[in-house]
Each structure stands twice: as C-alpha cells, then as structure tokens.
C-alpha cells in the first residue's frame, strides 16, 4: 500500500475509530484499574479497539472489490457484533469467579464493564462516535457515582462495629 493508493483513506478512518475506541475504553479500564479488579486499563482498551477493528474490517470488506463475484459473499454487519459478543462473554466469564464455600461471587460487574466496552468499540467501529462518547460516560457515571449512593444506602455492617459485650 503506497501513499498514491486510493484504498489507504478508509483504512486510516478505521484505525482512527479504533484509537477513538481504545482510549474511550481506557477511560473505563482505568477506574477498573484504580480499584484493583481483575481485568483494568490495558484489558478494556484491548476489547474495545478489537470490536472496533472488527467492525471496521468489516465494513472495508463491504466495499472491497476482492470479494465482488457471482457468488458474492454475503457480509451482515451483525454477524461481527455476535462474533464481539461471543468472543467478549468468553473474556467476561474468565473475570468472575466464586469462592468455594461461600455465597461470595466476584467479577460481574468488571465483566459487564468488558461487554459494556465492546458495544462501546461496536459503536466507533460504526462511526456513531458521539454515541460512543455518551455511553462511555454512562458507564463512568454506574461504576463511580452510583457505587457511592449504593454504599450510603447500605445499613452500616454490624461485624465492622466493635463488639459491645
């Protein structure tokens, strides 16, 4: 591919919308990262700028001549999302896990946040940049602003009081 080759233009627009979607997810991996959960900074860029490359590609192939026959092969932009869904809730299940013995499960919401990311990247891939953008803040606001009015909710925990007996 040389600078005078035309098909280097949406090619470089897919790896903006990558970059866009990486450091958007970044922006949710970093407060997975400050609070020491399994998957943080690096995990959500990574998910988030697959499932924009992913979508990207596909829609280069849409319109690459290469795939163009009597037999044309048909490409569904939705098939790539279930394949960044999939590929995602594998991911996502490796981050929760339970202790045995006890009622105690971990990771959900850091595999939601990893799902959360990926429909992120999906929407940049797409070029829905603003839409990305809002959900990214939306995700931002569940996992800081509503954790804190959770945790003034919660009735103070009886077993961190000192004994009084």
């Known amino acids: 591919m040389t600078a005078a080759d035309p098909n280097w233009l949406p090619q470089a627009w897919v790896l903006i919308d990558t970059a866009y979607a990486m450091a958007l997810g970044g922006a949710i991996g970093l407060?997975?990262?400050?609070?020491?959960?399994?998957?943080?900074f690096r995990t959500h860029m990574l998910v988030a700028g697959a499932a924009a490359l992913l979508v990207g590609i596909g829609q280069l192939a849409l319109h690459d001549p290469r795939f163009e026959s009597p037999q044309r092969l048909q490409?569904?932009?939705?098939?790539?999302?279930?394949?960044?869904?999939?590929?995602?809730?594998?991911?996502?299940?490796?981050?929760?896990?339970?202790?045995?013995?006890?009622?105690?499960?971990?990771?959900?919401?850091t595999a939601a946040s990893l799902l959360m990311v990926?429909?992120?990247?999906?929407?940049?891939?797409f070029d829905y940049k603003l839409l990305a953008l809002a959900a990214t803040l939306l995700?931002?606001?569940?996992?800081?602003?509503?954790?804190?009015?959770?945790?003034?909710?919660?009735?103070?925990?009886?077993?961190?009081?000192?004994?009084?007996?």
């Open 31 to 40: 407060e997975r990262e400050m609070k020491n959960r399994p998957a943080g």
């Open 75 to 109: 490409i569904d932009p939705l098939r790539l999302v279930e394949a960044v869904v999939a590929g995602v809730a594998f991911i996502g299940a490796g981050t929760i896990f339970s202790r045995r013995g006890s009622q105690t499960i971990a990771g959900i919401t």
């Open 118 to 125: 990926a429909v992120i990247g999906i929407a940049a891939g």
């Open 139 to 165: 995700t931002l606001l569940v996992l800081t602003l509503l954790k804190a009015f959770e945790r003034r909710l919660q009735p103070p925990d009886s077993a961190a009081s000192p004994d009084t007996r």
